[in-house]
């Protein structure tokens, strides 16, 4: 490990105890008015879920894009948590038993285990609710274009042409066998186009023009897909105790993935050459692009 | 009947044939971009939890307050449009097993029954990211800072000091038993919540000054209140065939009721203070709100 993968390491783990912070501040008894009678066990629920946990790699990249371009570190953050909102859902749902039916995620119960599934459901529902409020609320310092175009990205991002599409293809293929092409976009879709919305949330939020925008969607979009054939190289590689959970899962529940399809050789060097496409990109930006740049090469090498 | 009621019902029923012709178009294929994969499943899910059902009164709310105050009529038709999606999507994950476990809805299957329970639930999750997403669009011509209004109006509204909130509290009240103001709140926010943000988001589409937008909102308040009960002696009262759906639930559950606690004689005199009290509040308007009067009494009136 060399020193500067050290340092990047732990740039990213402040980050994500910045986060975490902020998130326990959002998550708090107080995030509702006082006239507003506080729903306790969805609260709980909605902590459980989204408490002590991950690497906070969306928050992550949100802010490291913004401050790219010069955007306001607190409002990236504030972004940043409400896209962690969204993800946290996303899992809370995936893991109920009609999808993924997880038991367990990083090492503790899934929220449908530690409560119940009806509060599983409205958890997720609750957070996803209120990631449109963070972005919304008048503490995040933002002009109203800029927090509709996030509003309107996010919730593509994160809708039936994004993540929850993605999902349902994915669910759709254990039963069917979809090509490299299907498989591709159910990912891109699914994972991809939450990290694509976190790096291009980093340009809106600090009023980038459209080339520079463009250029960190498509930056997003490519390590999006890297993320995902990293995860299935992992699933088939890593043994379980490094991972935290649970491998060779996809392929005993006939799950769609490239290296199933293709064989970890094929996806080695496709996750290679988009991690150099991907830094290809951030030429432009120079030397202030090089957390991005060790971003795109963490995820390629992660071993978790 | 007086002829002024029935030109009432064909009003709201004209109103729920443009809102469902508007929901046809916005849930058609076409309503990904080309570049996206259709999601097939999970886009007839949606339609089939959204489409061909019920009188559409939250849509005819924001159109009714929006034309009151002067608002475009095609904006409030979007943005009622994405209410009927939250409202829609709270009904098909209130149907699911572990929460009311409904096998039908409108006499057709519940989502889960005519499709499976994974479906039900994503469907519900793009309903509701897909209403931010409405209102977001460039479509709804309508300036930014009204746009961020009613996102964070609509989020709180719908989220876990609103709606989600409230069904988190129904569900716990089924084990509990809640005194008055107990079931108050949770109604209010459960079923209160969005109709009061159908009638505040007509002030907002009107951009309306914060003495009608506030007038507007209690308004909506009320009614909403009102609706709940009406709701409840409906089904205590009527018979299941005009009802369209099984009576005398609510104590088969266990559910957390006004009329259950306080008889129904009380029900019927607090619903109908509470429908004087909200026609009050109209007074400041004259008869430009007839209609919303007239809607205020269909509430308390309705058979089904």
């Known amino acids: 490990m060399t020193i500067s993968t050290v340092s990047f390491e732990q740039h990213l783990g402040e980050s994500a105890k910045r986060t975490e ?13 006082d006239e507003i009678a506080r729903p306790a066990p969805l609260l709980a629920a909605m902590r459980h879920g989204t408490l002590d946990g991950g690497k906070r790699l969306r928050p992550f990249l949100v802010q490291e894009s913004s401050a790219l371009l ?11 948590s ?32 530690a409560f119940d599934e009806a509060s599983a459901i409205l958890a997720g529902d609750s957070l996803l609710t209120y990631a449109f409020d963070i972005i919304a609320a008048p503490e995040t310092r933002l002009a109203d274009r800029q927090k509709i175009q996030l509003v ?38 699914k994972t991809g186009a939450l990290l694509r919305f976190a790096c291009e949330a980093g340009a809106i939020i600090a009023g980038a023009d459209m080339e520079d925008r463009q250029r960190l969607r498509t930056f997003g979009q490519k390590i999006g897909l890297a993320y995902q054939l990293a995860d299935d190289l992992l699933d088939v590689k890593a043994d379980a105790t490094t991972l935290g959970k649970a491998t060779g899962k996809d ?13 970890a050789d094929w996806a080695e060097e496709r996750l290679a050459a988009l ?10 930006f120079g030397s202030r692009a090089n957390t991005l740049q060790q971003t795109a090469r963490f995820i390629a090498e992660r071993k978790s």
């Not at 912070?21 to 008015?33: F, K, T």
């Not at 859902?89 to 039916?101: A, E, K, T, V």
Request: charged share 20%; proline share 4%; hydrophobic share 40%.
């Open 21 to 33: 912070a902020l998130l326990v501040s959002l998550l708090s008894g107080n995030c509702l008015p």
């Open 70 to 80: 010069g955007g306001d570190p607190q409002v990236a953050a504030r972004v940043g």
């Open 82 to 113: 409400a896209l962690e909102c969204v993800h946290c859902y996303s899992l809370i749902h995936d893991d109920l038993p009609s999808m993924d039916n997880d038991d367990t995620r990083r090492g503790r119960p899934t929220v449908h285990r």
């Open 152 to 189: 309107l990205s996010l919730s593509r991002a994160s809708g039936m042409g994004g993540m929850a599409g993605g999902q349902s293809l994915d669910l759709a293929a254990e039963n069917s066998a979809p090509d490299e092409a299907g498989i591709q976009t159910l990912q891109a879709m």
């Open 251 to 263: 392929a005993a529940r006939g799950k769609a993935t490239l290296v199933a399809l293709k064989g």
């Open 275 to 284: 991690t150099e496409e991907a830094i290809g990109l951030l030429a432009h």
